[in-house]
């Protein structure tokens, strides 16, 4: 009977999950609505607001914990430093590009965490490999900043970038699987889900840009 009671306990946890990451993706698309009317000068606070976020919630893994406001808060704002990368796609590459990027990521998005859910391996054994990666792509990217790459090289950049965070929704899906955690963790974990889902998408966006040029 407790067995059956944790076994739903967890599926409605994770359900909730789910539920809390579908709507910061709403909330992110209200951003990309809204970072139509805001001035380009304001972009790059934003984008240090949101590193800054992303920083705060990185080190408020340790309390497993991070308040909804904080995840739509940062979702929004995220959604409009999102419009200019995807406004610069539709422009150089047509909507097709764009819907061709957003098809694919939720088409790996739904795979991988299927797959994470219903394998019955514990992918913890991913953790340092994966957070290793990230970082090396997130320095790629401060690199790109300040001196940048040829088309090529952000081309095998953005097929590493996609083959990691599909990875990550594997092991995020995984994980919630095989930890036990409270409603004060589903704010953290749908935003975990959330970077995985965007991060993938622009990924996949650079990859469909590059290959619409040939």
Do not use: C, W
Not at 39 to 45: D, E, I, K, S, T
Not at 174 to 197: G, H, V
Request: glycine residues 6%; positive net charge; aromatic residues 14%.
């Amino acid at each position: 009977m407790n067995e059956v009671y944790s076994t739903t306990s967890k599926r409605d946890l994770m359900g909730s999950v789910l539920k809390a990451f579908a709507l910061s993706l709403l909330v992110a698309v209200l951003g990309m609505l809204i970072g139509t009317q805001v001035p380009p000068v304001l972009f790059m606070p934003l984008i240090i607001i949101e590193f800054v976020m992303l920083l705060a919630a990185f080190f408020a893994r340790k309390r497993k914990s991070v308040g909804y406001g904080f995840l739509y808060a940062f979702t929004f704002i995220s959604g409009i430093t999102t419009y200019p990368i995807i406004a610069h796609y539709l422009a150089a590459s047509g909507g097709q590009v764009v819907l061709s990027a957003f098809t694919a990521t939720l088409v790996i998005f739904a795979v991988m965490s299927f797959i994470g859910t219903t394998t019955k391996k514990d992918l913890s054994f991913l953790s340092g490999f994966l957070m290793t990666a990230l970082l090396a792509l997130i320095v790629i990217g401060v690199i790109n900043l300040f001196s940048p790459f040829s088309s090529t090289a952000l081309f095998v950049a953005s097929i590493i970038g996609t083959v990691v965070f599909s990875l990550y929704i594997m092991y995020d899906f995984n994980r919630m699987k095989n930890i036990d955690f409270t409603e004060e963790a589903i704010p953290l974990l749908a935003l975990n889900l959330y970077l995985d889902f965007i991060n993938l998408f622009l990924n996949l966006l650079r990859f469909f840009g590059f290959i619409s040029r040939d």
